[in-house]
């Protein structure tokens, strides 16, 4: 079975840094193409980050920068730096079918909170 | 990149009713690679259609895609009460990929 469970979040202030987790289980991370997609509150979907299959990634203009997606074995990483108020958002893990498709699996989400 | 705006922003429909979503792309959305998702309070996004008509599995066949080029459409047949959500389109025919705001089906 298939699961993505996400961990890391919390509060931060601004200018801070956060890294969040996303531990697999049914597949590695390594053989499928993963993402970091985030909701802020009351908002609509973003994708945030992608790493494909080969190790390409691709970065929302938003985050360009300030985030880093990585992998390894069955944990897929997004490591926040200069965090914004903005960046406020549930942040979810998801595996996309193919090498950039659509979203076929997500994680439960994890909460960011940037404020003072 | 390609702008996609759902219509309407909200829909009020008693159980029974048939709703029909509107997803319309800023510019033509290659091999209509379009997917439904439905999201509830508190939860993640679910998968629903992609390749624009293509129902995921386990999604009833109340459920049903269409569209191509630059407007698509989904269609609940008849609402059933845990059918009441939001739902987005998303594309990914062209990079970077996008999602629609939103359409919230609610109760009337």
Known sequence: EVQLVESGGGLVQPGGSLRLSCVVSGFTVS????????????????????????GDTYY????KGRFTISRHSSTLFLQMTSLRTEDTAIYYC????????????WGQGALVTVSS | EIVLTQSPGTLSLSPGERATLSCRASQSVSSSYLAWYQQKPGQAPRLLI???????????????????????????????????????????GTSPWTFGQGTKVEIK
């Open chain 1, 60 to 63: 929302a203009d938003s985050v």
């Open chain 1, 31 to 54: 053989s499928e193409c993963m993402s970091w997609v985030r909701q802020a509150p009351g908002k609509g979907l973003e994708w945030v980050s992608v790493i494909y299959r080969g």
């Open chain 1, 94 to 105: 998801a595996r996309v079918y193919a090498d950039g498709w659509y979203v076929e699996y």
């Open chain 2, 50 to 92: 992609y390749v624009a008509s293509s129902r995921a599995t386990g999604i009833p066949d109340r459920f049903s895609g269409s569209g191509s080029g630059t407007d698509f459409t989904l269609t609940i047949s008849r609402l059933e009460p845990e059918d009441f959500a939001v739902y987005y389109c998303q594309q990914y």
